[in-house]
T-cell receptor, first 112, second 113 residues
């Protein structure tokens, strides 16, 4: 079974601080996706990383895919209240098919 | 324009009742999904349909029956609702399968009294 463990599970920080969220697995994934879910809404795709070692930037968010394609991280610089939400990593399951395995989630709260 | 829309947004009902949730996508995608998100926010896939055909049934009780009249719609009917069915149910779609990025609806919060 391909599991994606995220850490930390909860994170509460002040505006302006930096943070990193981790997504780890013992299995290799062909790619990993990151989503953000705000209260009362569905998850929204932020980025997809495909190549081992790849780094992608989305404004203040930096996403990295591990060299071995077993892990990924999301770093947020100078967090803002608008970054508050549930961050989910997800990867396609092995063996083909349509399934995405979702991570356990990181609930981020950024306070003024 | 809403890409993936599901109705109703809230559903409060008694144990033992039967209820349906509807989902429609206007993205032209071939694959649609139903997910259940529990109180710990874990998102678990229930069903996947590709072009109206069932692809994934992830060990879901047969009280749950998906129906896809066409590739733009995937509805979920639940019989004999139980307390443990309380959760947020999300519909999603993707261009095709194979773990492509998914577009989600805003969810249906189901509460069983």
């Amino acid at each position: 079974t391909q599991l994606l463990e995220q850490s930390p599970q909860f994170l509460s920080i002040q505006e302006g601080e930096n943070l990193t969220v981790y997504c780890n697995s013992s299995s290799v994934f062909s790619s990993l996706q990151w989503y953000r879910q705000e209260p009362g809404e569905g998850p929204v795709l932020l980025v997809t990383v495909v190549t081992g070692g790849e780094v992608k930037k989305l404004k203040r968010l930096t996403f990295q895919f591990g060299d071995a394609r077993k892990d990924s991280s999301l770093h947020i610089t100078a967090a803002q209240p608008g970054d508050t939400g549930l961050y989910l990593c997800a990867g396609p399951r092995g063996g083909g098919g349509n399934k995405l395995t979702f991570g356990t989630g990181t609930q981020l709260k950024v306070e003024l | 324009d809403t890409a993936v829309s599901q109705t109703p947004k809230y559903l409060v009902t008694q144990m033992g009742n039967d209820k349906s949730i509807k989902c429609e996508q206007n993205l032209g995608h071939d694959t649609m999904y139903w997910y259940k998100q529990d109180s710990k926010k874990f998102l678990k896939i229930m069903f996947s349909y590709n072009n109206k055909e069932l692809i994934i049934n992830e060990t879901v009780p047969n009280r749950f029956s998906p129906k896809s009249p066409d590739k733009a719609h995937l509805n979920l009917h639940i019989n004999s609702l139980e307390l443990g069915d309380s959760a947020v149910y999300f519909c999603a779609s993707s261009q095709d399968g194979g773990g492509q990025p998914q577009h989600f609806g805003d969810g249906t919060r189901l509460s069983i009294l």
